[in-house]
């Protein structure tokens, strides 16, 4: 009943947020009652509030015109490719400064010395560019588990406060300019972002070796646990290959872990982990995402839902991207080489097909609501060649020759998306 009401009617859903967002409780509306709405849903009811804002910063613009006061519509970032980081977080942190409210606008981005209006591609370019870079050894400010290699944790070492801002800032423009990020933090980053508590369980991904460790010491029934494990209330932690000890409570070297107090020695241990040693870096982090996503929208999600809404949906439906792919250049639906194109992309494993949409969108990830909302396109790109394709990740552009035959296409293919790395291809 309420996915007839509302899945896919914005006007029902718009209707319902403005509702809520004006009556709060005293009027029936389904956002009182987040659980019966379905992500899709939810991430709709947040471009709806991005829609309002936005429109109302333009308005505001047009009524500054006619008073002669000239102002943009859009939240304009022009920033230095060779400083890229320390560029991006001046310009923000004077447009936060000036009027925060300008960030709710739609971004536009322009790199110093480069002529062109971003339409969008400039834009997911400097995304993927600045959580690269972000992300990289050159700033330290992440730290991955030696066992799995998966998930990245705040290091807390790192003393770069402001650039913890700025991917806070990132990740909330992304949010609001429906831009899928590339990020491998793990659940309980979100948690927190949804202001809830950190338990043990959350450190499966970050680190599963101590998570197996403390499951063990809280089973543990025998009566020699002193000697068994040999714990104190003083942990090891280690980061970039040094080491440094911190006491869970005062004097907590003296302090053995027994059995009635090894329930307290692993939620301090937990707590200082996830909350205490990373408490500067995650607040700076948090703030700069606030500082974009404090609309009432985002209260509806819940951590799973904000990690899909901000990283997308490792569920690949390729034959949804087929239905909904663009063409250009040349090519139709009915061009061969378009049908021989799908029948090898169907053909693929999973592990080719992520490594595909990658290839052709700097995501290997899809958009809450699944790969037909990607606005996918294939251009032609000349005759047959021995050229491999290529593509504009910024666009969802993929650059295909006419190849002569399958067996060519296939293989030019597969060696390109093999060989693609990295954040961008052209």
């Not at 991005?50 to 002669?68: C, M």
């Not at 800032?169 to 831009?179: D, K, P, Q, R, T």
């Not at 009432?296 to 899909?308: D, G, S, T």
Request: net charge negative; glycine share 8%; aromatic share 12%.
């Amino acid at each position: 009943m309420v996915n007839e009401h509302l899945n896919g009617n914005n006007k029902n859903l718009r209707v319902d947020f403005l509702n809520w967002v004006n009556t709060g409780k005293s009027k029936f509306t389904f956002c009182n009652y987040p659980f019966i709405l379905n992500p899709e849903m939810k991430s709709q009811i947040l471009n709806i509030e991005a829609l309002i804002s936005q429109r109302k910063k333009q308005d505001e613009t047009i009524f500054s015109l006619i008073y002669g006061v000239r102002e943009s519509p859009y939240f304009l970032l022009k920033v230095k490719r060779g400083d890229l980081i320390h560029d991006s977080i001046h310009k923000i942190g004077l447009q936060k400064a000036m009027n925060p409210e300008d960030l709710k606008k739609q971004l536009r981005v322009q790199f110093s010395g480069e002529e062109g209006i971003d339409e969008g591609g400039v834009r997911k370019e400097w995304f993927q560019l600045v959580v690269e870079d972000l992300f990289s050894v050159k700033y330290g400010m992440f730290i991955q588990d030696d066992e799995t290699r998966s998930y990245w944790w705040f290091n807390h070492k790192s003393e770069d406060i402001t650039a913890f801002e700025l991917l806070g800032n990132v990740l909330g423009l992304a949010i609001y300019n429906a831009v899928i990020l590339d990020l491998h933090f793990p659940l309980v980053v979100y948690k927190k972002l949804c202001g809830m508590k950190c338990t043990l369980d959350d450190l499966q991904h970050i680190n599963p070796g101590l998570y197996t460790g403390l499951t063990q010491l809280l089973a543990y029934n025998g009566q020699n646990i002193e000697e068994d494990f040999q714990l104190h209330f003083q942990i090891t932690i280690s980061y970039f290959g040094a080491t440094e000890t911190h006491d869970l409570k005062p004097n907590g070297g003296a302090i053995p872990v027994t059995l009635e107090n090894r329930q307290e020695y692993v939620d301090l241990y937990v707590k200082y982990l996830l909350e205490e040693s990373i408490y500067h870096q995650f607040d700076a982090f948090k703030s700069g995402f606030m500082s974009v996503c404090d609309g009432r929208a985002l209260k509806l999600f819940e951590p799973e839902e904000l990690q899909l809404l901000i990283c997308g949906s490792p569920v690949l439906d390729f034959y949804e991207l087929e239905k909904s792919t663009h063409y250009d250049n040349g090519y139709t639906e009915d061009s061969h080489i378009v049908k021989i194109f799908w029948e090898v992309v169907h053909s693929l494993s999973e592990t080719e097909k992520k490594k595909l949409l990658f290839f052709a969108t700097g995501s290997d990830r899809c958009p809450i609501g699944g790969l037909g909302k990607l606005n996918f396109v294939i251009t032609k790109h000349g005759g047959d060649s021995d050229r491999l394709p290529t593509s504009h990740t910024c666009f969802n552009h993929l650059l295909l020759p006419e190849y002569s035959s399958k067996e060519k296409l296939e293989r030019l293919l597969r060696l390109a998306i093999s060989n693609s790395t990295g954040f961008g291809m052209l």
